[in-house]
């Protein structure tokens, strides 16, 4: 049985940082490109940041480019979200997910095999 827990949320004000971890067990870590994808209220869960095996390929979403830093610790099995000058916009739920096996980074939540439960991120102004 595959589990993510992710941690690390919070609530900050505008231009903090918060960093958020997720803990993967289950399977070997290395099989697995890790993401990140977060979720407003009334909102679609949309694609924050990828990583892939072993942590040579990264891709981010326009909106935190620059901001955000994904990594990946795999002999922690653990995947990380270092989030920098949070804007009230950045406000959501975040969810670590694994795709088993991947071809490539997908920006899309479909391949995704195992999902976390959730950290909330609020963002004050």
């Known amino acids: 049985q595959v589990q993510l827990v992710e941690s690390g949320g919070g609530l900050v004000q505008a231009g903090a940082s918060l960093r958020l971890s997720c803990l993967v067990s289950?399977?070997?870590?290395?099989?697995?490109?890790m993401g990140w994808f977060r979720q407003a209220p009334g909102k679609e869960r949309e694609f924050v940041a990828g990583?892939?095996?072993?942590?040579?390929?990264?891709v981010y979403a326009d909106s935190v480019k620059g901001r955000f830093t994904i990594s990946r610790e795999d002999a922690a099995n653990t995947v990380y979200l270092q989030m920098d000058s949070l804007k009230p916009e950045d406000t959501a739920i975040y969810y670590c997910?694994?795709?088993?096996?991947?071809?490539?980074?997908?920006?899309?939540?479909?391949?995704?095999?195992?999902w976390g439960q959730g950290t909330q991120v609020t963002v004050s102004s």
């Open positions: 997910s694994a795709d088993l096996l991947p071809l490539t980074i997908s920006t899309t939540p479909g391949p995704y095999d195992y």
């Open positions: 990583i892939s095996r072993y942590g040579g390929d990264t």
């Open positions: 289950g399977r070997p870590f290395s099989n697995y490109a």
